[in-house]
């Protein structure tokens, strides 16, 4: 029973599949409930002109009651009930079945008018509803083959018990409302069966999705991938950045004594100690170049972080590689340049997304890093206005590679720690 209709694991799953499934499939319902009660009505409105007035009345009586329960099915379909209760289905399926099979007696009794005999009536009307109940039953199918059974057991009794029925016309009989059955069954087990499957890949798409926007927001911040995703143009002014540059000290006479496969790993333990110092101050990293590090205060996603939480950052990077160097056996020194001021920050281009800054403040901040000292800082006197409590040096006049005599205040740092 469970590979011939199948059900998901997981009852959350399941029960999800269920409302999606049964919110869509309403709409379905719904358009065949409004041509099923004009249909009735259309015959309520001619049968007068063929039948006796008691026929008339008979017809029009149950053609009522079974509208109603059909009107009252359209609204159901519209509720969280009918959504989050799928087995509220066989309760609808059966009252209407008992509605339809007044407006079948009825039919029946009519039979010297319509020239149909009665036991064909009774069971092209019952056709009709298992038909309309392949649709009917949604996300349902165990229920409906229970249904479907039942109905089909309860015809055959009634198709061998009616008097006067050639065997030959019974046999026949049965075998057309059998098709029908059949075909109801293998059209609401191959509907669900297809729902299950879209389903199912919609959860993996919406996983594969996640993930995407997982990776999305790892490299730029959320409001940033936001825009990106509307099609906006990502482009902002920030009148006080704190721009922080870290460099190692003898980088390049560390790579021609290291391994490639060495020197990529201290890389990475020095990269995720600055990732790490980061999350910790607030800070925002930008990218790495080489073997500099890059991180900002105040910018995009960094609104609450100021030169204070700068020098923080720095601070700690500068145990933490300490630390790294103690354990790897390797002298790590870096050398730190720490600005504030305007930037522009944006995204630019099609592929490698990321979030950068441009402007004079990083010049400023790379340029300091060059004279600070092996692990200390050089901070710039727009800077030093906000941090000066912080470190203790004397401003000095130094010149700058493209920038001119500076007044620069330098420190040893050590670490918070």
């Not at 009616?162 to 030959?168: A, E, F, K, N, S």
């Not at 990077?317 to 870096?334: T, V």
């Not at 730190?336 to 990083?362: C, E, F, K, Q």
């Not at 941090?387 to 330098?410: D, F, H, N, R």
């Amino acid at each position: 029973m469970a590979a011939f209709a199948p059900r998901f694991a997981d009852p959350e799953t399941e029960r999800a599949f269920l409302s999606e499934e049964r919110a869509q499939r309403g709409r379905a319902i719904r358009a065949l409930i409004v041509i099923a009660v004009a249909t009735l009505g259309s015959y309520i409105l001619i049968n007068p002109m063929h039948f006796p007035r008691a026929g008339v009345t008979a017809y029009a009586a149950a053609a009522a009651v079974l509208g109603a329960m059909m009107i009252g099915f359209f609204l159901l379909t519209q509720t969280r009930l009918y959504q989050e209760r799928p087995a509220i289905d066989l309760p609808v399926f059966v009252l209407l079945a008992l509605g339809m099979g007044w407006l079948s007696q009825v039919l029946a009794d009519l039979a010297p008018f319509t020239g149909f005999p009665p036991h064909v009536m009774v069971m092209v009307q019952l056709g009709i509803l298992v038909v309309f109940a392949s649709v009917g039953f949604a996300g349902t199918f165990r229920l409906f083959l229970v249904w479907a059974t039942v109905l089909l057991g309860l015809a055959i009794i009634w198709m061998m018990t009616r008097p006067g029925v050639p065997d030959i016309s019974r046999v026949y009989t049965l075998t057309n409302f059998s098709t029908f059955w059949i075909f109801a069954l293998y059209f609401n087990w191959d509907v669900e069966r297809r729902a299950r499957e879209v389903f199912t890949a919609n959860l993996a798409l919406a996983a594969e999705k996640a993930k995407t926007e997982e990776l999305l927001y790892n490299v730029l911040p959320q409001e940033v991938a936001a825009r990106l995703k509307a099609g906006d143009a990502v482009a902002d002014a920030f009148t006080d950045v704190a721009v922080v540059f870290v460099d190692l000290v003898g980088f390049s006479r560390l790579a021609k004594r290291l391994s490639p496969g060495h020197l990529v790993q201290l890389l990475n333990a020095y990269f995720s100690a600055g990732d790490r110092c980061c999350d910790r101050h607030g800070l925002e990293k930008v990218k790495t170049i080489g073997d500099a590090y890059l991180a900002v205060a105040g910018g995009m996603a960094s609104r609450d972080a100021d030169a204070r939480a700068a020098v923080g950052f720095a601070r700690d990077l500068i145990g933490e590689l300490k630390a790294l160097s103690e354990e790897r056996g390797i002298a790590l020194q870096a050398r730190v340049g720490l600005h504030v001021g305007p930037a522009v920050g944006g995204v630019i281009g099609t592929n490698r997304l990321a979030y950068d800054y441009w402007g004079d403040t990083m010049n400023i901040a790379a340029r300091l890093q060059s004279v600070a000292p092996p692990n200390g800082i050089a901070v710039s006197e727009a800077a030093w206005l906000q941090v000066g409590s912080m470190i203790a040096c004397e401003p000095q006049i130094l010149v700058l590679k493209g920038v001119g005599e500076t007044e620069v205040y330098l420190a040893t740092l050590e670490s918070s720690a």
